[in-house]
């Protein structure tokens, strides 16, 4: 199910020990203007731009790199996308970019454990996680990318700096880790996180219109049962205080 829908391909995490995030490439490919959202767990990017190529997408076609937020799932083969598409910037909610300018990987790994944890199984070191960001993003800003119109919302409580793009005419959300498929939510325990301020968020979003759910992990939705991102936040309402 490469194409979901009209300009959004779905590049499915490889899941090991540690999850892989899902990449969503985005724009009408007759644009050549394209953007990859999130890249994924390191060692993963060889894998991730393969299979951009297998989908007919150059390269030289993608601008931009938006990260829904900066958790190591999700940033860790930036590095290796990157090298491969040097040209294109990086764009992250500012909330998450300051700390990414000045080195601040708190936020990546999330709790002082995993740091070392990961640092010591991927070989990681302090700084691997510092980048210039070349697009601070802000709540509200509309993108007009690749023949799409995409709204950019800030939802924090998953992470700080936490986004979903939101195609409002063809209806498509892709909130990150803050809502899955099968009323499952992100978790709301790590650093920048908080679950009272998770769930003001998932209120957000129940707000919207939509038939196309694409989050960070798991499953992918089509045709979203209206209400369903409403439930969900009903659903875990207690525990997010
Ligand atoms: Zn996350
Ligand atoms: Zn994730």
Not at 122 to 136: E, S
Not at 188 to 217: I, N, Q, Y
């Amino acid at each position: 199910m490469p194409e979901i829908t009209k300009g959004v391909y779905f590049i499915p995490g490889q899941d090991e020990m540690i999850p892989d995030a899902h990449v969503y490439v985005i724009g009408l490919p007759s644009s050549q203007d394209l953007s990859i959202v999130d890249a994924g767990l390191m060692g993963k990017g060889a894998y991730k731009i393969q299979t951009i190529q297998k989908l007919g997408i150059k390269l030289s076609d993608i601008k931009r790199i938006i990260m829904t937020h900066t958790h190591l799932d999700h940033i860790g083969c930036l590095k290796e996308i990157r090298a491969q598409i040097p040209h294109a910037e990086l764009w992250i909610h500012e909330e998450e970019a300051n700390p990414i300018e000045k080195g601040d990987e708190r936020g990546v790994y999330g709790m002082e454990m995993f740091r070392s944890m990961c640092q010591s199984q991927y070989g990681l070191k302090a700084g691997d996680f510092k980048f210039k960001v070349d697009r601070k993003l802000k709540e509200g800003e509309k993108l007009e990318m690749g023949g799409l119109s995409w709204e950019v919302l800030h939802i924090p409580g998953h992470s700080a700096g936490s986004i979903a793009l939101y195609d409002r005419s063809q209806k498509v959300l892709i909130p990150g880790d803050v809502v899955y498929a099968d009323y499952a939510i992100g978790r709301f325990d790590l650093h920048g996180a908080e679950g009272s301020v998770l769930k003001k968020s998932l209120l957000r979003l129940a707000e919207l219109e939509v038939d196309v759910l694409l989050p960070g992990h798991n499953r992918v939705i089509k045709g979203v049962k209206p209400g369903y991102i409403r439930d969900t936040a009903k659903q875990w309402a207690p525990y997010l205080r």
